[in-house]
DNA sequence: GAAACGGCAC
């Protein structure tokens, strides 16, 4: 054997070795006589390791093992090293553990930072990571870097595991860690905790972690809580936080912009998202696929399709490329539409170019063809799907079911729903198809069997459930379900926003009493209304006609220390003018001025618009002139209202002079620039321009009217309220005509029926209808309409 | 390193 001092050296090893072809082993070297100190092996494996050649290092100490040669505690770094760039994390840590306590090995914070980052990222398997962390902070008392901590933070939030995120936040500010938090982790648990469905969550955490100037939040952190205050409705805050931004010298991006273009389209604010593009672009920030993406899903659901495939061509002008949801958006907005033909079109140029269809594509289109009634397309489509081997999932089984029920096929939607297992969505479907057909038993029994199979129901469950029975005159078990609710979710604690949404939801759906029993309840559970509340129960209040609970609330509302805003004054505002009441209107735009309040374009829009039902031009125009006196114009609707007044009475000049006013006021161009912000604005302009100057006011008041239907599609603007009411009257009709006679009810109505038959305002009438036939008084209901049947015929 | 987009029920 040959000595070992010709190898003391490992320089002479490396050079041999590496002259030598890869397959030599340490068994050569031995055959050739060759035995290596432990220190120069190790130092040869820390050169296999510099250059990358951890295979050789596994394969080099395999050899040594099976040579009996034993390494020390720095072979094993370098064997775990080699294990943990080779992605072997599992067997990384299995050897850790072996030689944990065994040996001198105690593996530094590096190991432990791959191993566990591994896990975390490569594996995608955020437990098993921790559980390292865990071990290594216990076993080995040493610590992991800072962005080890990150990652798993990131990757917990990533996966919505709230818990668990917050657990490696609390062992990474632990008193021996100390680690600070920095935007990545701030940003990250936001958008955990909106992912989850916990937005105020999301807020509190921003806070806390920017409170006390421990974290100085970037765009990043800043868009997460932008997409938080979006989630609850709070885009109005976004203001606030822009300035704070601006403040900090912070840099607006694309991301930054095309959350909160999705927030205010979330609103339904379609106006207020072109306006946020259009700042974005005077503000230099280029468009995305993501962004146009938005914009295009957003056009699409308010039904403005057209415009979407408008977005969708400036798009592919600016040389991007749509994906798979910019086209699934398309289709979405075509089927909405009924436009099945145009979504089919579009789906075949998606697959013509390349796009492989997916879930999503399918179901719109499943969605589209249920609801024209088209069951067996539907079918068709969700085999052809299975075919491509796209697996649907319960999203498009519901779909089908909802089809089914839609057309009245509730025994074939039951088989469906029974071969699969179904969600809450699917029962939930159920359940309102049962309350359709009026099978009250079968509906209560499958709500029973929700929870023997442990579904949940949710808000939209109880409120199909509370909807069902009131829509059935059954009051009693809709209180019922409701306290159930209430009860129920007691674990959950909602919190005030949460009210406010379900107070706001009931509102809409007629159900003002529960609303205001929920509001009532707010003190026995110690939970403040906010500002928000009020807002919402006055704005529901006067748009039903309850102009003195308004009033009231209003004054409630001030004894409690709140300041309302011109928003709320302008609900009572318009809540009066609507019914022509002027006088109580000026009160309180009165009251508005002396209360430091700026009236504003929609105080002023109101107003007018009270003259002009009155037909009362000269208040219209006199209130006009007031507030341009005092630099307040007022807005879109506003102006419109003067002008098709003033058309109506065949004022065509002073029609003309108000409609060329319109046309100089910067926010109204911005308006009518915002519809058509892409394509064809100036000539939309510049055509109202012409026809105000040719004197053709009528076109002009069609054309203002079509870009009212696209930026107000709820707002009600047009004076024709025959077409939109009689589907209710239908409704109202069928519902009485099933109804029992309650003459107690006649004696304690608190609707004064006479009182709202005088007025002209046939959209009042009809709320008050609905309103009444959602709470199933029914009686009351037909007195209404019997009223305004027999003033809608003297008035024709 | 992180923040933005899609389908079903009221």
Redesign the pocket.
């Known amino acids: 054997m040959f000595l070992f001092r010709s190898f003391s050296s490992s320089s002479f090893l490396l050079t041999s070795y590496s002259r030598l072809s890869k397959s030599v082993s340490l068994q050569t070297l031995f055959k050739r006589g060759f035995t290596p100190t432990l220190q120069s092996i190790n130092k040869f494996l820390i050169f296999l390791s510099r250059t990358q050649r951890f295979n050789s290092i596994i394969h080099f100490i395999s050899q040594m093992n099976s040579n009996q040669i034993k390494g020390n505690s720095q072979t094993h770094s370098i064997f775990t090293w080699a294990l943990l760039k080779l992605h072997k994390f599992e067997e990384a840590e299995d050897f850790m553990n072996s030689q944990m306590g065994k040996t001198s090995f105690s593996p530094n914070s590096r190991l432990f930072d791959l191993l566990i980052q591994g896990f975390c990222v490569k594996r995608n398997n955020p437990e098993r990571a921790l559980l390292v962390l865990k071990s290594c902070l216990r076993n080995y008392g040493t610590f992991p870097c800072?962005?080890t901590f990150?990652?798993l933070i990131?990757s917990f939030?990533?996966l919505g595991y709230m818990n668990r995120a917050v657990e490696v936040l609390e062992l990474m500010t632990d008193q021996n860690v100390k680690y600070p938090f920095?935007?990545?982790?701030?940003?990250?648990v936001?958008?955990g905790f909106?992912?989850i469905g916990k937005p105020e969550l999301a807020i509190g955490f921003f806070e806390n972690a920017t409170g006390l100037g421990a974290l100085r939040p970037?765009?990043?952190?800043?868009?997460?809580l932008l997409?938080a205050l979006c989630m609850l409705g709070r885009v109005n805050e976004v203001n606030d936080l822009v300035i704070r931004m601006e403040n900090e010298g912070l840099i607006f991006?694309?991301?930054?912009y095309?959350?909160w273009i999705?927030g205010c389209l979330r609103d339904g604010s379609l106006l207020e998202a072109l306006r946020k593009h259009r700042q974005m672009i005077e503000r230099g920030i280029k468009m995305?696929?993501?962004?146009y993406?938005?914009l295009i899903?957003g056009f699409s659901?308010e039904g403005q399709v057209e415009k979407a495939v408008g977005i969708l061509n400036k798009m592919i002008k600016d040389g991007l490329r749509p994906?798979?949801?910019?086209y699934?958006?398309i289709i979405?907005g075509f089927c909405k539409k009924g436009k099945l033909e145009e979504a089919f079109n579009v789906f075949k140029k998606v697959e013509d170019i390349g796009i492989v269809a997916?879930?999503?594509?399918?179901?719109?289109l499943i969605?589209g063809v249920c609801r024209r009634g088209d069951l067996d397309y539907a079918f068709h489509l969700l085999e052809e799907m299975e075919r491509k081997g796209i697996k649907?999932?319960?999203?498009?089984y519901?779909?089908i079911i909802?089809g089914l029920c839609k057309v009245g096929r509730t025994s074939e939607a039951d088989e469906v729903s029974k071969g699969i297992l179904g969600?809450?969505?699917?029962y939930?479907?159920l359940l309102?198809a049962l309350f359709m057909v009026g099978a009250l038993e079968d509906a209560h029994a499958l709500y029973q069997a929700m929870s023997e199979m442990d579904l949940v129901a949710?808000?939209?469950?109880y409120?199909?459930m509370i909807?069902?029975y009131c829509k059935l005159g059954r009051i009693e078990e809709a209180l019922e379900i409701f306290d159930e609710f209430r009860g129920r979710n007691r674990g959950i604690a909602p919190n005030i926003v949460t009210y406010n949404s379900l107070m706001n939801?009931l509102c809409r759906?007629g159900c003002l009493v529960e609303a205001f029993r929920l509001f009532d309840s707010l003190e026995k559970i110690h939970l403040a209304p906010s500002e928000v509340t009020y807002a919402t129960l006055i704005d529901n209040l006067c748009k039903e006609g309850f102009l003195l609970d308004a009033k009231q609330l209003l004054e409630r509302m001030v004894l409690k220390g709140f300041n309302p805003s011109t928003r709320i004054y302008n609900f009572l505002i318009d809540g009066y003018c609507k019914l022509g009441r002027m006088e109580e209107a000026s009160k309180f735009l009165h009251d508005l001025e002396t209360t430091c309040l700026k009236p504003d374009e929609f105080t002023v829009s109101s107003v007018i618009n009270g003259f002009c039902l009155k037909g009362d031009m000269e208040g219209a125009l006199g209130q006009f002139f007031k507030f341009k006196r005092q630099g307040i114009l007022p807005d879109f609707l506003g102006f419109l209202y003067l002008i098709r007044g003033l058309c109506t009475k065949g004022r065509m000049e002073e029609s003309r002079s108000i409609l060329r006013e319109m046309l100089q006021s910067k926010t109204v161009l911005e308006l009518i620039n915002g519809v058509d912000s892409e394509v064809e604005s100036e000539s939309v302009v510049s055509l109202l321009f012409s026809l105000c100057e040719q004197g053709s006011i009528r076109e002009a008041i069609s054309i203002l009217d079509e870009i009212g239907s696209i930026l107000f599609p709820v707002r009600s603007f047009s004076t024709d309220y025959g077409s939109r009411t009689s589907n209710k009257l239908y409704e109202c009709e069928a519902f009485t005509s099933s109804s029992k006679q309650n003459d107690s009810e006649m004696v304690e109505n608190s609707y004064n029926v006479g009182k709202i038959s005088q007025s002209l305002d046939f959209d009042f009438c009809y709320s008050q209808i609905a309103s009444l036939c959602s709470k199933g008084e029914l009686q009351k209901a037909n007195g209404v309409l019997k009223e305004m049947l027999s003033r809608s015929n003297t008035d024709s």
């Open positions: 800072s962005f990150c990652s990131y939030s990533y920095d935007n990545f982790v701030c940003s990250s936001i958008s909106c992912k970037n765009v990043v952190s800043f868009t997460a997409s991006d694309v991301i930054f095309s959350s999705y995305d696929v993501i962004s993406t938005i899903d659901k994906n798979l949801i910019t699934t958006a979405l997916d879930e999503f594509i399918y179901a719109t969605d649907p999932t319960i999203v498009t519901n779909t909802n969600d809450v969505v699917t939930s479907t309102h949710n808000s939209v469950t409120c199909t909807d069902g939801t759906q």
